[in-house]
């Protein structure tokens, strides 16, 4: 089943095309990776989808992308509520200056939800999803910015998990880490994608085959080929996409 | 042979000339620093010695008596404190809600540009000009007469660029890494302006904000035009009343009174230097304290 | 008002749609979330964001009230005075029974005084923002910023009167004169204050500089001093050039401490040596003395207007110049 389906999109910096006619699905609750060579529009592509995009200038979109039946460019559309849908999660971790616990129960407290009780448990569920419940639970109150680069990664997801979001981006979310903090993060991916739906952009070729059921392959802004992963790393239908994932180029 | 062994002596010996022409030049510099420093030391050094006998409690808590001549400077200490709160609350939220317009609402294009090279424009104008405007404007066109008002106002104008610039500045330099985390859980932009963007900016927006109203603490030009008195033995009953200030005083006291003692001009000096020195004091320790939490 | 309520419309009936995996009161919660958080907060971010608006626009308006109260009452002096004999004229008798109102002393006074205080700030000020940009280590850098900013928050008032008890005499003595009120004195007074400025722009312009400029210089076996002379220097002289413009407009807007140490006589100064008497000084000292609205009131007030005019000339110019330099270091 789908739960965003993006039909035709472009998508201009000023002059620069950066997207070109994109067409393709994202399916509720597996993990669909983006994946191909720097500048060819991967992350520009994930960021149309909560329309983060919206924030720089100059930007051009045509075509439509629809979140549950809805089209997410439509004028009547609040922003703010969509972006509690679609949560993100970003390539370097930014935890805000401030306690542990208040990074995640920013996004509630923004929603309204003001109970201290209700707030403990959003902030506990949170950080128990994304794994790091046991290793902060002591230092709640301590500021984010004292925990290790892997740690506030996983802070970062649980910030956008208390929002109990239908969807979760997640942009190179493991460039900025090492090995051992990646393996960490992967098996969360795995583990989550059982709630939510999952679409991350990697640059790992290996990233995508061990954690994502769906790839698509981009080149040029061009969607080249989308389909379950196996079957793009075992069998691409198109040559530029086989170039890619045995390394002939990239 | 003979040649490449010389040559090798000459490549690696150090250039004495060179050294020497460095010594020179760098030693040339640090007296330029100490032509700067030497004399500011000095100057506050001066005004300590010479003023610390004649500040004390009688003498910032009584008013002037005999023509100005003895006694203490209490209504010029008031005076200058209901100004720089004035101050404070007209340039405040304007400035800083000037910045915020300016950087996170408004279109970014040549109009921006243009306002921003006008506002810098206005940090460079003298302070007698402001006192003109708030002369035309507030004294007469308003009709707040030469009033704690006018004066506040015209001062608030003065500092307003400064306030605006450094206030932007702060914004400036959030990462938009924090703008996009919190706009990415669905928080609003004032959201994410009032809860992460101006935490982080306060220091810089204090820093600036605080420098800028110890510089109209000490201005003497704008409220000699807009509210200050020569000599009110009383304390203000409304906005509209005149009252002394502490700049205008020593003005007055060092220029304008014959046989005026030196303990009171001295005094009065060091009261001003003190009060402006508070100021920056805060202005400091709020900057370096910042520095360290973020490096 | 319509478009909140549209908005609001969608974020029900998306918050409201069943996707199972999480229990009902999750589920619950999290649309009244939604709409509470939606009704209360559109209604404040559209009157906050109004009120930035309005905040912003009235700090703006207020700058560009500046010109036109200036102007409008500065011009009226014309009705009276040409504008050749007001800034031609060698003669200022404002209370006169048959006026003049000739600014032409004041503008030779506030030329000299700037001239002679940048002659004397900017050697200086360059040595030294060049010793705290190159050479100074860390912790004297950081000390002497310090002092250098305290310097320029010194009230210039507290700096005139300094002027009037220890420099008059100082220069009174050392050259030998009857009168320690003279354009020099004021000069130094200025150059106090224009030091800061020039410092801590010329500073910045030094240090903005890529580090690779200092490594490609000495990895070819240059001196510290000769990077700092061939490479260092050209590259910031945008930013140095911009230091002394925005000197020479401290300078020029000076009041107080000008005032109170240059004797004010209404001459033009045949030298360093005897009193003078600046623009800014005549409006400070003479507005005391106007009725509003007559001659000399305008005439002021249109010397404020050249104030105006010349300082914003140079700061604009300045900034473009600083602007250049920033756009090349990039």
Redesign the interface.
């Known amino acids: 089943m789908s739960i965003i389906e993006v039909k035709d999109l472009d998508l201009f910096y000023g002059d620069f095309q950066a997207l070109k006619k994109v067409n393709t699905v994202i399916e509720k609750n597996k993990v669909s990776a983006l994946i191909g060579p720097s500048g060819c529009g991967k992350s520009t592509f994930l960021r149309t989808l909560?329309r983060?995009n919206d924030?720089i200038?100059n930007v051009k979109i045509n075509g439509q992308v629809m979140f549950e039946g809805r089209e997410i460019y439509d004028e009547d559309l609040d922003v703010?509520?969509?972006?509690?849908k679609i949560?993100?999660v970003?390539q370097?971790p930014?935890?805000?200056?401030k306690s542990v616990y208040e990074n995640v129960a920013?996004?509630p407290r923004?929603?309204g939800v003001k109970n201290k009780r209700d707030l403990d448990r959003i902030v506990e569920e949170s950080l128990k999803e994304a794994a790091l419940w046991e290793e902060v639970k002591d230092r709640l109150n301590k500021s984010a910015l004292g925990l290790s680069g892997g740690q506030q990664q996983r802070l970062?997801i649980a910030?956008?998990l208390?929002?109990k979001p239908e969807v979760l981006l997640m942009d190179e979310p493991t460039s900025a880490l090492d090995p051992i903090a990646t393996n960490k993060i992967e098996d969360l991916i795995t583990q989550l994608k059982k709630h939510y739906t999952i679409v991350i952009v990697t640059h790992s070729m290996h990233q995508a085959a061990r954690i994502s059921d769906y790839t698509n392959f981009f080149l040029m802004g061009e969607l080249v080929e989308k389909d379950g992963t196996d079957k793009i790393f075992t069998n691409p239908k198109d040559q530029r996409t086989e170039d890619y994932v045995t390394g002939r180029f990239g | 042979m003979e040649q490449s062994q010389i040559k090798e002596k000459t490549i690696f010996k150090k250039?004495e000339r060179?050294?020497n022409?460095?010594k020179i030049?760098?030693a040339?510099?640090?007296?330029?620093?100490l032509?700067?420093?030497i004399?500011?030391?000095l100057?506050?050094g001066?005004?300590i010695v010479k003023g610390v006998g004649t500040v004390n409690w009688s003498f910032i808590s009584e008013m002037p008596r005999m023509g100005m001549k003895e006694g203490g400077i209490l209504p010029a200490i008031v005076g200058t404190l209901y100004l720089v709160v004035g101050t404070i609350l007209f340039s405040f939220?304007?400035?800083v809600?000037?910045?915020?317009?300016?950087t996170e609402?408004?279109e970014?294009g040549k109009l921006t540009r243009l306002?921003r090279?006008?506002?810098?424009?206005?940090?460079?104008?003298?302070?007698?000009?402001?006192?003109?405007?708030g002369?035309?404007?507030f004294v007469?066109?308003l009709g707040f007469g030469s009033s704690i008002i006018a004066g506040a106002l015209t001062l608030a104008?003065l500092i307003?660029?400064i306030i605006?610039t450094t206030s932007e500045e702060a914004i400036k330099s959030v990462?938009?890494?924090?703008?996009?985390?919190?706009?990415?859980?669905?928080?609003?932009?004032?959201?994410t302006i009032l809860?992460?963007v101006l935490p982080?900016a306060m220091p810089g927006i204090l820093t600036g904000g605080i420098?800028g109203i110890?510089?109209a603490?000490?201005?003497?030009?704008p409220i000699?035009?807009t509210v200050a008195a020569f000599f009110i033995p009383r304390m203000p009953n409304s906005l509209f009343d005149q009252v002394m200030a502490l700049?205008?005083h020593?003005?007055i006291v060092?220029?304008q009174v014959p046989g005026m003692p030196?303990s009171i001009?001295y005094g009065t000096?060091l009261v001003?230097?003190g009060l402006?020195?508070v100021?920056?004091l805060i202005a400091?320790l709020i900057r370096l304290k910042f520095k360290n939490s973020t490096s | 008002m319509k478009e909140f309520i549209e908005k609001i419309a969608f974020t029900k009936s998306a918050s409201g749609k069943e996707t199972g995996s999480r229990t009902a009161v999750e589920k619950l919660e999290e649309s009244q979330w939604n709409l509470n958080k939606s009704f209360k907060?559109r209604i404040?971010?559209y009157m906050?964001?109004k009120?930035?608006?309005?905040?912003?626009?009235?700090?703006?308006l207020?700058?560009?009230?500046?010109f036109v109260?200036?102007i409008r009452?500065g011009f009226r002096l014309f009705e009276d005075v040409t504008l050749g004999q007001f800034l031609m004229g060698r003669e200022w008798y404002p209370n006169a029974t048959n006026p003049r109102f000739g600014i032409l002393p004041m503008i030779a006074g506030t030329t000299m005084v700037t001239v002679g205080a940048i002659l004397i700030s900017v050697?200086?000020?360059?040595?030294?923002a060049?010793?705290?940009a190159e050479?100074?280590p860390p912790k004297t850098k950081t000390v002497?910023k310090?002092?250098?900013?305290?310097?320029s928050?010194?009230?210039?008032?507290?700096?005139?009167?300094?002027g009037?008890?220890?420099l008059s005499n100082w220069v009174r003595i050392s050259f030998n004169l009857s009168s320690g009120f003279t354009v020099l004195t004021g000069s130094i007074m200025i150059s106090?204050m224009a030091?800061p400025t020039i410092?801590s722009v010329a500073d910045d312009a030094i240090r903005a500089l890529p580090d690779e400029y200092r490594e490609a210089s000495l990895a070819l076996g240059a001196?510290?001093?000769?990077t700092?002379?061939n490479v260092l220097l050209p590259a910031a002289s945008s930013g140095i050039i911009a230091a002394v413009m925005?000197g020479v407009?401290?300078a020029?807007?000076?009041?107080?401490a000008v005032m109170?140490v240059m004797g004010n006589a209404v001459q033009i100064p045949s030298s360093f040596l005897v009193s003078g008497r600046t623009m800014?000084a005549t409006?400070?000292a003479e507005?005391?003395d106007t009725v509003?609205n007559g001659t000399h009131y305008n005439a002021?007030?249109a010397i404020?207007v050249v104030?105006?005019l010349m300082?914003?000339i140079?700061?604009?110019i300045s900034?473009f110049v600083l602007h250049r330099a920033q756009k090349e270091g990039r």
Not at chain 2, 117 to 133: D, H, K, M, Q
Not at chain 2, 175 to 191: F, I, N
Request: net charge positive; aromatic share 12%.
């Open positions: 909560n983060m924030l200038r703010v509520a969509l972006r509690r949560g993100m970003f370097k930014n935890p805000f200056p920013y996004g923004r929603c970062c910030r956008a208390a929002m | 250039d060179k050294r022409t460095q030049m760098f040339l510099f640090t007296l330029c620093m032509a700067v420093i004399p500011t030391i100057i506050i001066f005004i939220p304007l400035g809600g000037a910045a915020i317009y300016l609402y408004a970014q306002i090279i006008a506002v810098l424009n206005l940090a460079g104008v003298p302070s007698i000009v402001y006192g003109l405007f002369l035309g404007l007469f066109f104008c307003l660029p605006i990462p938009d890494g924090y703008r996009e985390a919190s706009l990415a859980v669905g928080a609003s932009k004032w959201e809860h992460v982080r420098l110890g510089r603490a000490g201005e003497t030009a000699l035009l700049p205008y020593l003005y060092s220029t030196e001009k000096a001003l230097l402006v020195g100021f920056f400091t | 907060n404040g971010e906050i964001e009120l930035i608006f309005v905040l912003g626009i009235t700090a703006l207020i700058m560009g009230l500046i109260f200036l009452t050697p200086i000020g360059i040595g030294s060049i010793f705290i050479v100074a002497f310090v002092i250098i900013e305290f310097l928050a010194i009230p210039s008032v507290v700096l005139g009167f300094l009037i008890v220890v106090l030091l410092i001196s510290k001093w000769e700092i002379k925005l407009g401290r020029i807007g000076e009041t107080m109170m800014t409006i400070a507005m005391g509003r002021l007030f404020g104030l105006l300082t914003s140079i700061n604009i900034e």
